[in-house]
């Protein structure tokens, strides 16, 4: 996708969407070199770039759909990222540890 072009289509400045969404000038950067790793991850990321898209003029499912390809491309060749489900399970272990020591 390229983003940054769409946003000149659209005539908007990064300056603009950052006084309008509260997002750092340095994260809308990365959001349209396509470093998503470099986004503060989990609601944050999906806020940011539905906000972005909606900002520009692109169609919010269509750049989600995109970021979640690209996620799943990166982190599928090596296997060393967990899904959200095991994820989600390493937390709730993590939280529910203390409580039950304390019992």
Known sequence: ????SSRKRK????EQIADATK???RFLRAIEAEEFEKLPGGIFT??????????VGVEEARLLDYYQAKQERHDAPN????NADESRTSILRFWRAPAAAGR
């Open 11 to 14: 005539g908007v400045s990064l």
């Open 46 to 55: 999906t806020s940011y770039l539905r906000q972005y898209a909606a900002a």
């Open 23 to 25: 997002i750092s000038i």
């Open 1 to 4: 996708m390229d983003l940054r």
């Open 79 to 82: 296997g060393s990222m967990v």
